[in-house]
């Protein structure tokens, strides 16, 4: 059974810093397109960053650049999100994913390029709340 377990979310004042974490199981954690999105009420769900775990390399979503670093440790099967200088506008589920359906990715920005249906495996999402 394929799980993936998100953790590290909270209530953090503007200009603050959280370190979201996304423990995977029950797939190989090498070589896979792995991503972080979020969404608010009312709106679709946004890219914000992604990794390829094969190649280690990584790609962001405008609102991200700057401000988050996603990262990966192999030998915890687990995908890291760390933000800083966060934002009201920051606030949302944060929601990994990992695993394309019926598509290969080479690299991280070919991944953050996929969409929300392209997506086999999502984890149950983390709250982060900014508040100004």
């Known amino acids: 059974q394929v799980q993936l377990v998100e953790s590290g979310g909270g209530s953090v004042q503007a200009g603050g810093s959280l370190r979201l974490s996304c423990v995977v199981s029950g797939i190989t954690f090498n070589a896979k397109c792995m991503t972080w999105f979020r969404q608010t009420p009312g709106k679709e769900r946004e890219v914000v960053a992604s990794v390829h775990t094969g190649r280690a390399d990584t790609s962001y979503g405008d609102s991200a650049k700057g401000r988050f670093t996603v990262s990966q440790d192999n030998n915890k099967n687990t995908m890291y999100l760390q933000m800083n200088s966060l934002k009201p506008e920051d606030t949302a589920m944060y929601y990994c994913?990992?695993?394309?359906?019926?598509?290969?990715?080479?690299?991280?920005?070919?991944?953050?390029?996929?969409?929300?249906?392209?997506?086999?495996?999502w984890g149950r999402g983390t709250q982060v709340t900014v508040s100004s």
């Open positions: 994913a990992a695993d394309l359906r019926g598509s290969y990715c080479v690299g991280a920005a070919c991944c953050r390029a996929r969409g929300v249906s392209e997506y086999k495996y």
